[in-house]
């Protein structure tokens, strides 16, 4: 039989364990422990409280910022001005596929021309209902290797829905106008990976929210109720949705969604609130399951989520902002940081991070501004700067033919096998309610060490994999025009 140890020496033991429990512990605080600083006033940022949009307008490799303005990345050191250039807020991409990003302003439904990276001028469109709308997507929506347009109406609006096809980068016709719901953020994937962009829509005033699967000629179907992402609970025909973002929670190599919604809890009922909702794969028809909360604890005025592995431990984050410094029954409402732990559980970190006390805001956008493999945040009119994580990375920038693949590749999947676990990222444009983060794909790979493999999934259902490729660093990548 085992011998049984005197109670000295098991306390002795017990306290040992206790020790390699916390120390345990600390290193998990520690990994956690990743801060921001606010580095407007040193970059000379002086950027408006409205949407962020992060895209290189120039191919310089630093990426640019637009909020409000058009502010040029000097290299990581600083900001400048471009002239007096004011789209408002704009989405990015290239949608006359000659190499340079353009931007579409859906706070004044207008089109800007990117003409090398130096100037913006105006492109003419048909005639569009009146529309005041929160937020729109680029993406190929017929496969014809140009972007389209789908833009969101909120109230007020004559239409709802606004889909504009792009006629081989010279113009746009209006393909569908309709619907009168309440329309705030507006986002899109391919999250059934059959090779065509599906658009999810964030209703407001408890209208359900949208979900329209294409059927790779911008033929639209909604399947909300169908595929389980009204984003509701039980007497409540949807929410008080403000923006949702795609991603990849679990690392399963199947891309899920969160829906954030504001929601009152008093005499009213208790509203609908923010939740994850995760993709159930081939297997089961590529429904949802709606897992709740997953420790998104309740404040009534969330409004902008925005997604992306901040610490570089491989899993994908949380954003979160308000409407509302201070909401119902004077209950202060405040901006959070989510961090994941790759099994639908997230905690807060915002005090940690020193994010914690940001005003309002609908802003909310990631990029790694200063090229230092680590992710830093636009929000609220200020730019933090991430202060470095000890974790391995990875940047892919994707580009497109122009021939059978739009330029900017958005649309495109990359999944990343690092040891045991796999990453998978897209090329999106708009994100929470109008906001857009860097499209190049990053990746943090944790405690990884060594080369990784990737395999990459063209919008046209194009395959490319490549072994064995070095991490810590920027890696391009573009398709032939024969692929």
């Given at each position: 039989?085992?011998?049984?140890?005197?109670?000295?020496?098991?306390?002795?033991?017990?306290?040992?364990?206790?020790?390699?429990?916390?120390?345990?512990?600390?290193?998990?605080?520690?990994?956690?422990?990743?801060?921001?600083?606010?580095?407007?006033?040193?970059?000379?940022?002086?950027?408006?409280?409205?949407?962020?949009?992060?895209?290189?307008?120039?191919?310089?490799?630093?990426?640019?910022?637009?909020?409000?303005?058009?502010?040029?990345?000097?290299?990581?050191?600083s900001f400048s001005k471009i002239?007096?250039?004011?789209?408002?807020?704009?989405?990015?991409?290239?949608?006359?596929?000659d190499g340079f990003v353009d931007?579409?302003?859906?706070?004044?439904?207008?089109?800007?021309?990117?003409?090398?990276?130096?100037?913006?001028?105006?492109?003419?469109?048909?005639?569009?209902?009146?529309i005041g709308s929160r937020g729109?997507?680029?993406?190929?929506?017929?496969?014809?290797?140009?972007?389209?347009?789908?833009?969101?109406?909120?109230?007020?609006?004559?239409?709802?829905?606004?889909?504009?096809?792009?006629?081989?980068?010279?113009?746009?016709?209006?393909?569908?106008?309709?619907?009168?719901?309440?329309?705030?953020?507006?986002?899109?994937?391919?999250?059934?990976?059959?090779?065509?962009?599906?658009?999810?829509?964030?209703?407001?005033?408890?209208?359900?929210?949208?979900?329209?699967?294409?059927?790779?000629?911008?033929?639209?179907?909604?399947?909300?109720?169908?595929?389980?992402?009204?984003?509701?609970?039980?007497?409540?025909?949807?929410?008080?949705?403000?923006?949702?973002?795609?991603?990849?929670?679990?690392?399963?190599?199947?891309?899920?969604?969160?829906?954030?919604?504001?929601?009152?809890?008093?005499?009213?009922?208790?509203?609908?609130?923010?939740?994850?909702?995760?993709?159930?794969?081939?297997?089961?028809?590529?429904?949802?399951?709606?897992?709740?909360?997953?420790?998104?604890?309740?404040?009534?005025?969330?409004?902008?989520?925005?997604?992306?592995?901040?610490?570089?431990?491989?899993?994908?984050?949380?954003?979160?902002?308000?409407?509302?410094?201070?909401?119902?029954?004077?209950?202060?409402?405040?901006?959070?940081?989510?961090?994941?732990?790759?099994?639908?559980?997230?905690?807060?970190?915002?005090?940690?991070?020193?994010?914690?006390?940001?005003?309002?805001?609908?802003?909310?956008?990631?990029?790694?501004?200063?090229?230092?493999?680590?992710?830093?945040?636009?929000?609220?009119?200020?730019?933090?700067?991430?202060?470095?994580?000890?974790?391995?990375?990875?940047?892919?920038?994707?580009?497109?033919?122009?021939?059978?693949?739009?330029?900017?590749?958005?649309?495109?999947?990359?999944?990343?096998?690092?040891?045991?676990?796999?990453?998978?990222?897209?090329?999106?444009?708009?994100?929470?309610?109008?906001?857009?983060?860097?499209?190049?794909?990053?990746?943090?790979?944790?405690?990884?060490?060594?080369?990784?493999?990737?395999?990459?999934?063209?919008?046209?259902?194009?395959?490319?994999?490549?072994?064995?490729?070095?991490?810590?660093?920027?890696?391009?990548?573009?398709?032939?025009?024969?692929?």
């Amino acid at each position: 039989m085992p011998r049984q140890l005197p109670s000295q020496e098991s306390n002795v033991y017990n306290i040992l364990a206790l020790c390699l429990l916390l120390l345990a512990g600390t290193v998990t605080a520690q990994e956690a422990a990743v801060v921001f600083k606010d580095v407007s006033s040193d970059t000379g940022l002086q950027l408006g409280g409205g949407a962020a949009c992060w895209a290189d307008i120039d191919n310089d490799g630093w990426v640019d910022v637009c909020a409000g303005a058009v502010w040029k990345n000097n290299k990581g050191k600083s900001f400048s001005k471009i002239g007096d250039f004011s789209p408002g807020s704009v989405i990015a991409a290239d949608f006359d596929n000659d190499g340079f990003v353009d931007l579409f302003s859906w706070s004044s439904m207008k089109l800007f021309r990117n003409k090398g990276g130096k100037k913006f001028v105006d492109v003419p469109l048909p005639d569009l209902p009146r529309i005041g709308s929160r937020g729109a997507v680029w993406a190929d929506l017929n496969n014809d290797s140009f972007v389209d347009l789908y833009v969101g109406g909120y109230e007020g609006s004559e239409r709802s829905l606004l889909i504009l096809i792009n006629e081989g980068g010279k113009s746009f016709r209006v393909e569908r106008s309709e619907g009168k719901n309440a329309t705030r953020g507006v986002t899109a994937c391919d999250f059934d990976q059959d090779g065509d962009v599906d658009v999810y829509v964030s209703n407001y005033r408890l209208q359900p929210n949208l979900f329209w699967l294409n059927n790779g000629k911008a033929g639209f179907k909604e399947v909300a109720r169908e595929y389980g992402v009204i984003a509701t609970k039980p007497g409540f025909g949807g929410g008080h949705s403000i923006g949702a973002s795609w991603g990849d929670f679990n690392n399963d190599g199947l891309i899920d969604l969160f829906a954030g919604n504001f929601a009152h809890v008093d005499g009213r009922g208790d509203q609908p609130k923010s939740r994850f909702l995760k993709n159930l794969g081939e297997k089961k028809g590529f429904k949802f399951e709606d897992l709740g909360t997953c420790g998104v604890h309740y404040q009534e005025s969330y409004a902008s989520p925005s997604v992306a592995d901040y610490d570089n431990d491989g899993n994908l984050d949380l954003f979160f902002t308000t409407v509302y410094g201070v909401a119902s029954f004077g209950r202060k409402n405040n901006s959070v940081l989510f961090r994941n732990d790759g099994k639908f559980v997230v905690q807060d970190v915002t005090a940690a991070a020193k994010l914690a006390g940001l005003p309002p805001t609908y802003q909310a956008a990631w990029a790694d501004y200063d090229n230092d493999g680590d992710l830093d945040l636009t929000s609220a009119g200020k730019l933090f700067q991430n202060q470095g994580t000890p974790h391995a990375w990875l940047k892919l920038r994707l580009v497109g033919n122009g021939k059978t693949i739009n330029r900017s590749a958005i649309g495109a999947q990359v999944r990343v096998e690092a040891g045991n676990k796999i990453i998978t990222r897209q090329v999106e444009t708009g994100t929470g309610e109008g906001n857009q983060s860097e499209a190049t794909l990053h990746f943090g790979l944790g405690n990884h060490k060594g080369p990784v493999n990737i395999e990459i999934f063209w919008p046209n259902r194009a395959k490319q994999s490549m072994t064995r490729v070095e991490t810590n660093r920027l890696l391009t990548v573009e398709i032939k025009s024969t692929e």
